[in-house]
């Protein structure tokens, strides 16, 4: 598909805080700038507590919602406190995204050394939905997207790409 032009997908922003709302949640807001500049659509976009079973219940929602084909999450998955995304998110995955943690590791490596290492970022496709949970960082949500997630969620992108995946996963099953 390298001279079609980029197929949009419809993505879902979750941020998982206990003291972040619409007004403070640049993390979410950074994605939802960048996903829509790139030419996708926003799905849908929530706030929730760091919670495993809320976390989950939203996720669960949008796996099960044919109109929603990639889930960015952003929070909850370092090692303080009540951070919980990437034991909520993991029971839910079909397949794991292993080279998705790694690389962004080293992206982030660059920016923040040896930190990165308390990065439990992950990723994996749930139901032909793919899921990427990223830090909650701004910062970490743009080294994610400008890093791997634009070329990756990209239809044009080669060799290959989770966008054609999804596309192609999607037509085989929603007939």
Same mark, same amino acid.
């Given at each position: 598909?390298?001279?079609?032009a980029?197929?949009?997908l419809?993505?879902?922003v979750?941020?998982?805080?206990?003291?972040r709302?619409?007004?403070?949640?640049r993390?979410?807001?950074a994605?939802?700038?960048?996903?829509?500049?790139a030419?996708h /659509?926003?799905?849908?976009?929530?706030i929730?507590?760091?919670?495993i079973?809320?976390?989950r219940?939203?996720l669960s929602?949008w796996?099960a919602?044919?109109?929603?084909?990639?889930?960015?999450?952003?929070?909850?998955?370092?090692?303080?406190g009540r951070d919980?995304?990437?034991?909520?998110v993991s029971?839910l995955?079909d397949?794991?995204?292993?080279?998705?943690?790694e690389l962004?590791r080293?992206l982030?490596w660059?920016?923040?050394?040896? !930190?990165t290492? /308390?990065s439990?970022?992950l990723?994996?496709?749930?139901?032909?939905?793919v899921i990427?949970c990223?830090?909650? !960082?701004?910062?970490?949500?743009?080294?994610?997207?400008?890093g791997?997630?634009a070329?990756q969620l990209? !239809?044009r992108?080669?060799p290959c790409?989770f966008?054609n995946?999804?596309?192609?996963e999607?037509?085989q099953?929603d007939h």
């Amino acid at each position: 598909m390298s001279h079609d032009a980029m197929i949009g997908l419809k993505i879902a922003v979750l941020t998982v805080s206990d003291s972040r709302d619409e007004a403070t949640d640049r993390s979410g807001q950074a994605l939802v700038q960048r996903l829509e500049d790139a030419g996708h /659509q926003l799905a849908d976009k929530q706030i929730v507590i760091d919670d495993i079973y809320r976390i989950r219940a939203v996720l669960s929602q949008w796996i099960a919602d044919p109109e929603v084909q990639v889930v960015l999450t952003t929070g909850g998955t370092g090692f303080t406190g009540r951070d919980s995304t990437p034991e909520a998110v993991s029971v839910l995955l079909d397949k794991r995204i292993e080279g998705f943690g790694e690389l962004f590791r080293q992206l982030s490596w660059q920016e923040i050394g040896s !930190s990165t290492v /308390q990065s439990r970022c992950l990723g994996g496709m749930a139901n032909r939905t793919v899921i990427f949970c990223l830090p909650g !960082s701004t910062g970490a949500c743009r080294t994610a997207w400008d890093g791997i997630l634009a070329e990756q969620l990209d !239809s044009r992108h080669k060799p290959c790409n989770f966008a054609n995946l999804v596309i192609a996963e999607r037509g085989q099953h929603d007939h």
